[in-house]
């Protein structure tokens, strides 16, 4: 279990300190960082020109100057960056990329004031026509030219050809870390497996790829426990602070898999092979190709509903979980609306289910605790 436990620690040292990792990587390659606000971007156009991108989540900060900026029913992520934006946390980053899937990523991208630029580009929300494949090649040539012109270099579609292996490498592995974290809960309480997870928003993807690998490999070479706690599955944006896991951890709940924002919808697809076209469009593709957010609009049907209710209950079939915890951030709006059409879903499937808010300012989880001690008594 050394070797197990030196790797672990080693990630969650990586996520809990990514200003460290942005500057270790600075130093060690004379390049330095993008910050992806955030969500779901082409980071491979960033890494092909040896920068760095990382996840901009927000931390459990106390929130002051950001009431100044933004008005307080603002979701609890932004509040959160703005934070640290006025704190000039950002001030080391080469730029800022901005998706604006909702107002408030609207409202930020249009009111960052950081030293380092922004750079904002649009998804298509009609997302399954060839056209909103080509407008997002072209919104990411954009995109890849403003950013050429900041770092005064051209980046080949060589480059980004081999950053898309990369990812796909990584996102290959975390899909299999979370299938095995799933048979070791023992190993992977929610806690550590969310710092696996997340020290890939702040790490080179190769380095990332190979310190899972090696961890995949020594856990399996480990017995597998009963498990005598229950199994959930995690779906919303994040499921953060760490404070918010640790609850589910003290109920005896282990986590099976996950439909986050912040975790399995990042690796969820791969960025698919499109013979005959650029790079550009492969990546395109990716956001047509990827379905159950609630900022990547599908069409619900009466009889079906949405994407994502259905994919929920099928991810509970396959991993036996014994109910579902919709993950909901505090004021985001796109998941508000999304839980409505997806709660009867899962009623009507018998999946149990429960809504437990997220809120990255607060420090004391005994409201959430209850809660969540209460659903595992409804699952017995
Ligand atoms: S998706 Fe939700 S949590 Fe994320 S920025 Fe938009 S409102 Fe905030």
């Not at 509040?79 to 980053?93: F, K, R, S």
């Not at 990329?97 to 922004?118: E, H, R, Y």
Request: net charge neutral; hydrophobic share 40%; glycine share 6%.
């Amino acid at each position: 279990m050394t070797r197990i436990n030196e790797i672990i620690s080693g990630l969650q040292k990586v996520t809990a300190d990514p200003e460290k990792a942005v500057a270790d990587y600075t130093k060690e390659t004379g390049k330095g960082a993008v910050g992806i606000c955030y969500l779901y971007a082409p980071d491979e156009i960033f890494h092909a020109a040896g920068y760095l991108p990382v996840g901009m989540w927000g931390a459990t900060v106390p929130i002051s100057k950001a009431r100044t900026h933004l008005p307080p029913f603002a979701c609890s992520v932004m509040q959160a960056v703005m934070e640290l934006e006025c704190a000039g946390v950002y001030d080391i980053l080469k730029a800022v990329v901005f998706s604006v899937p909702c107002d408030t990523l609207k409202c930020m991208s249009q009111m960052w004031k950081g030293k380092c630029p922004s750079l904002t580009f649009c998804h298509p929300q009609n997302r399954k026509l060839e056209a909103s494949n080509v407008f997002l090649a072209e919104e990411y040539r954009q995109l890849k030219e403003r950013f050429e012109a900041i770092i005064g270099e051209k980046i080949p579609d060589a480059a980004i050809e081999k950053s898309i292996g990369i990812y796909n490498a990584n996102r290959a592995v975390m899909r299999e870390f979370t299938d095995v974290a799933a048979e070791y809960p023992d190993i992977f309480d929610p806690v550590k497996r969310h710092a696996v997870i997340k020290s890939r928003f702040f790490m080179e993807k190769s380095r990332h790829t190979a310190l899972v690998s090696e961890l995949i490999a020594e856990v399996k070479k480990q017995p597998k426990k009963p498990w005598p706690g229950k199994k959930i599955i995690l779906s919303g944006i994040m499921a953060e602070p760490d404070g918010f896991l640790d609850v589910f951890r003290e109920c005896g709940m282990a986590v099976a898999a996950d439909d986050l924002a912040q975790e399995g919808r990042q690796y969820r697809v791969d960025v698919p092979d499109v013979p005959g076209k650029e790079p550009l469009y492969r990546l395109a593709r990716w956001w047509q190709d990827f379905d159950g957010c609630s900022l990547a609009t599908d069409l619900a049907t009466v009889d079906k509903g949405k994407f994502r209710g259905n994919m929920l209950v099928d991810m509970a079939k396959k991993y036996r979980a014994d109910g579902v915890v919709i993950c909901m951030v505090k004021f985001c709006d796109p998941e508000e609306f999304d839980y409505p059409v997806l709660y009867p879903v899962l009623d009507k499937a018998g999946i149990p289910n429960l809504m437990v808010e997220v809120d990255l300012e607060i420090r004391s989880f005994e409201q959430v605790k209850t809660r969540v001690q209460t659903f595992r008594d409804i699952l017995g």
